[in-house]
């Protein structure tokens, strides 16, 4: 393949991303997959990331960014096991600007290896309470990466017009392995089937109409 076809996957661990991995190496790309420790308390994220990268057989670098813990202490429940994590959204499980710091990351490393395309697990379902999943964002963000580095690359969330339940359904029909991958924003050895992002998984595979293989505490 040409460097052309190589492209950046920001691959949390979580489904949505997972799914966007599956289906950017059907669409032919060379897939280099990243994903971050950012000092969130599920660290299981980084270590079934990297399971899906194996599954996948594409490179993954796991980069290390757990000093941000200090930045976000007080801000999300994400990072800060002070804060309570809520069954229904609530404004801490916002952690602030993090797509575009790891967008910043991808960018970069699309430079460093020739690629010219970076992907994310943005979806429709988030777009109401997290303004880093919006279109709007990251196209003004593909912008800001146009001009701080000359090149013309392309940032994209491929299933951001659907909902959760929708990539799940794409992700099925890609043979995705769902039991791979993590949602739970604890650290249990299962999702704890309590939190909002463990009930918004359950929703979205009811509503996909397909079987959860996940394993919930709850």
């Excluded at 710091?101 to 429709?124: D, K, N, P, R």
């Excluded at 919006?134 to 593909?142: A, L």
Aim: aromatic share 10%; glycine share 6%.
């Amino acid at each position: 393949m040409t460097k052309a076809n190589k492209c950046i996957v920001v691959l949390s661990g979580g489904p949505d991303s997972t799914v966007v991995a599956y289906w950017a190496k059907k669409q032919g790309y060379k897939v280099h997959a990243l994903t971050f420790k950012y000092g969130q308390i599920a660290e299981k994220e980084a270590k079934c990331a990297n399971l899906v990268a194996g599954r996948l057989d594409i490179p993954i670098k796991i980069t290390d960014l757990r000093s941000l813990k200090e930045v976000f202490a007080g801000v999300t429940a994400l990072c800060d096991k002070n804060i309570e994590l809520t069954p229904t959204f609530t404004q801490p499980m916002i952690v602030p600007f993090r797509n575009a710091i790891f967008l910043s990351v991808a960018v970069a490393y699309a430079i460093s290896i020739g690629a010219t395309e970076v992907f994310y697990g943005a979806q429709g379902s988030d777009d109401r309470f997290y303004p880093d999943c919006r279109k709007e964002f990251y196209k003004s963000f593909e912008n800001t990466a146009r001009l701080g580095t000359g090149v013309e690359i392309r940032i994209e969330a491929p299933f951001s017009n659907l909902q959760k339940s929708e990539v799940l359904n794409i992700g099925k029909q890609l043979g995705v392995p769902f039991e791979l991958t993590w949602s739970c924003y604890r650290n249990e050895e299962k999702h704890c089937g309590r939190c909002e992002s463990c009930m918004n998984r359950k929703n979205a595979f009811k509503e996909a109409k397909i079987d959860d293989p996940t394993e919930y505490i709850d």
